[in-house]
């Protein structure tokens, strides 16, 4: 079945209710499940869903509130929820070694200590994360602040979350899986919020954009709007910016999340507007605005919160990591070794501060991106080969990308949490074929 262009409208995925709140937290009960799922027209298309829906259920924290999640799995297969961006317990990070078996559950707790930020939960299975992710287990989890209330930022229906994929469908409407533990995936069929190529009504005003790009494989996301016009980014991984930055494209790897304002007050009513990304120079056209007429008034602040820059003065441990594929054996590679759960990589201590270099080491013959995620710390970037980051980079972060060849250099503190956790390149198919190292953090 085709993909029609702007054929649907854009679906927001519903906010989960708890089941029970008391003493100050949040408790809530989530199954994975099959479903089946109407994405292309006319079709049906199998799933495996947070809840049965695909993206899954939106979980919407509030900072220094904690949230007890329950997952039950009623997959054929293991699961295992990472929160990604989550300042959590090693016992809650759906590490491998924590695998929820088919007809059972798992209890995760996460503090929500960290302030406002876009985060997502996805599958973490080791060798079957691209192949579980693919089938539809993902979902987003929004932490919300008193200093990001004082802002007067759109809210509500102005506030709006669009997860961005890409697909392939077989013939039958069934979604193209890639091969578990190996290889690399594109889809042909880009999908926001899980709908093809939708279009979105939005009032003459101005609106925030949560985006995240929860594709595979596809690196090379640069995302425009209409004829190239300006819109301003606000947020990176792990919170707002200092101050909003205007843009008129904007580089989006997977895994990385960015939130973005858009005014619409300077387009004529009846407009329709692209949201577009190239990816290897393709261009696909991920949503449509159909603009109508405003109610009401906001404002862009021109500040936003203040960011504690780390300082490399106070880093007492340099660490350098090489990322590779390594041909003879057809394995990804971190500093020469690929994924081994009983092995610990690095052992950072709590509340101490690091820099570490990140070398992309692909060849220019073979020129793989990468992308280093961390999980517990999130980070600021340093330098990019040397030069500052870009501004609309510049804020915390969780995962960074590297086209072959570069470096980047970041800093993070070890804070709040030890034990074991994971830092691996966020292109799926890399961290199954090897591409995932375990650091812990020692108290
Ligand atoms: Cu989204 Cu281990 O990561």
């Given at each position: 079945p085709a993909a029609p262009l702007f054929a649907t409208p854009l679906v927001v995925p519903p906010v989960l209710k708890p089941t029970l709140s008391i003493a100050g937290t949040d408790y809530y009960d989530m199954t994975m499940r099959t479903a089946q799922q109407q994405i292309l027209p006319g079709a049906k298309t199998p799933i495996w869903g947070y809840?049965?829906?695909?993206?899954?259920p939106t979980i919407r924290a509030r900072k220094n509130r904690p949230i007890v999640i329950r997952q039950h799995n009623k997959l054929p297969a293991d699961a295992a929820v990472h929160l990604h961006g989550g300042n959590v317990r090693s016992s809650s990070d759906g590490l491998p070694g924590q695998e929820i078996k088919p007809g059972k559950n798992r209890v995760y707790i996460y503090p929500n200590r960290q302030q406002a930020s876009t985060l997502w939960y996805h599958d973490h299975v080791h060798h079957h994360e691209a192949f579980n992710t693919t089938q539809g287990l993902t979902g987003l989890y929004l932490i919300t602040d008193p200093a990001e209330d004082r802002l007067g930022l759109p809210t509500g229906r102005y506030d709006v979350p669009m997860v961005i994929q890409d697909r392939s469908f077989n013939p039958d409407g069934s979604f193209r899986l890639p091969d578990p533990g190996k290889g690399e995936f594109f889809g042909e069929v880009p999908l926001v919020n899980g709908r093809p190529s939708p279009f979105f009504e939005v009032e003459q005003r101005r609106y925030r954009f949560r985006l995240l790009n929860a594709a595979s494989s596809d690196c090379l996301h640069e995302l425009t709007l209409g004829a190239g016009d300006s819109f301003h980014v606000i947020g990176t991984d792990g919170g707002l910016l200092t101050a909003p930055v205007q843009v008129n494209k904007l580089p989006l790897a997977p895994s990385e999340r960015v939130e973005v304002i858009v005014d619409f007050s300077k387009y004529p009513v009846g407009s329709q507007i692209v949201l577009a990304s190239s990816v290897f120079g393709l261009p696909m056209n991920l949503l449509r605005f159909d603009v109508k007429k405003a109610k009401g008034q906001d404002r862009l602040p021109g500040k936003l919160v203040p960011i504690e820059r780390l300082k490399e003065s106070k880093a007492t441990v340099h660490r350098d990591f090489q990322l590779n594929l390594d041909p003879a054996r057809g394995e990804m590679v971190i500093n020469g070794k690929s994924f081994d759960p009983d092995r610990i990589d690095i052992r950072p201590k709590l509340g101490s501060t690091e820099v570490w270099t990140i070398h992309n080491a692909e060849s220019a013959e073979l020129p793989i991106p990468h992308v280093f995620h961390t999980h517990l710390v999130r980070f600021q970037i340093l330098d990019r080969n040397g030069n500052a980051p870009a501004p609309f980079e510049s804020g915390w972060k969780d995962s960074v990308t590297l086209q072959a060849g570069e470096r980047v250099r970041i800093i993070m503190r070890f804070g709040d949490f030890p034990g074991r956790y994971l830092y691996h390149c966020h292109l799926l198919g890399h961290a199954d074929a090897g591409m995932m190292a375990t650091m812990f953090v020692t108290p």
């Open positions: 809840n049965g829906i695909f993206p899954g």
